[in-house]
């Protein structure tokens, strides 16, 4: 699996999240400077915190790896499938079902 977007998309998802740089290396007990790394692509995290991370943002580790431009089309389809839910008021059981439909 490559690495070259990990960095981009750790970025991309504390800014999404609204989040500052301290409080993620918090998160993840690091330095702040431990951390910006990781978003500079100046280091790879390890798979513990890769983990943590994905966790974090309610996903898998593998979209971690993606396109940036993947990963922000996965975030908006996301997004827009909890607005449905929320105004449609479904089930995760609900939700699952419409995701399978989507995807086939």
């Known amino acids: 699996m ?8 750790l970025k991309y998802l504390r800014e999404y999240g609204g989040f500052k740089t301290l409080e993620i290396a918090y998160f993840l007990n690091l330095t702040s400077t431990a951390y910006s790394y990781y978003e500079m ?39 827009k499938l909890a607005d449905v839910k929320r105004m449609l008021e479904l089930t995760e059981e609900q939700m699952e079902l419409l995701r399978g439909i989507l995807e086939d």
Do not use: W
Request: charged letters at 30%; a positive charge; proline letters at 6%.
């Open 2 to 9: 490559k690495t070259e977007f990990v960095g981009e998309n």
């Open 41 to 79: 692509s100046r280091s790879v995290p390890p798979l513990g915190k890769l983990i943590k991370l994905a966790t974090f943002y309610d996903m898998t580790i593998e979209k971690l790896f993606y396109k940036p431009s993947e990963l922000m089309a996965h975030l908006e389809k996301e997004r």
